[in-house]
Nanobody, 129 residues
Framework: VQLVESGGGLVQAGGSLRLSCAFSEIPSDDYAIGWFRQAPEKEREGVSAITRLEGATYYTDSVAGRFTISRDNAKNTVYLQMNSLKPEDTAVYYC???????????????????????WGQGTQVTVSS
């Protein structure tokens, strides 16, 4: 399974970026694609996730209302539209696939990096003040 992120870059505060995560076929009927980010000297943080079958979406509080996750199942691609960006959003953003992140426990496991089995290489997002 391979995941490839794109769309990162440098943007001024208040601006927007759209990240894409293209992935190969997933050997599972259901799974979640999650977006995580890691800033220097900080732990990796779950930002958002979307499930394949139901399309249920999840956001961490700091991005709710500003970021929108969406999917195109036909293209095996998940997007993260990031609006009203802030300097504190600066980080390397990773997408990940979690075949075990499904079912009744998604509400708690979607943000846990250890629940994801496959990871992309990351894309840098830098927001200047």
């Amino acid at each position: 399974v391979q995941l490839v992120e794109s769309g990162g870059g440098l943007v001024q505060a208040g601006g927007s970026l759209r990240l894409s995560c293209a992935f190969s076929e997933i050997p599972s009927d259901d799974y979640a694609i999650g977006w995580f980010r890691q800033a220097p000297e900080k732990e990796r943080e779950g930002v958002s996730a979307i499930t394949r079958l139901e399309g249920a979406t999840y956001y961490t509080d700091s991005v709710a209302g500003r970021f929108t996750i969406s999917r195109d199942n036909a293209k095996n691609t998940v997007y993260l539209q990031m609006n009203s960006l802030k300097p504190e959003d600066t980080a390397v953003y990773y997408c990940a696939c979690g075949p075990r992140v499904s079912g009744y426990n998604v509400g708690t496991t979607w943000r846990v990096a250890e629940e994801y089995d496959y990871w992309g290489q990351g894309t840098q997002v830098t927001v200047s003040s």
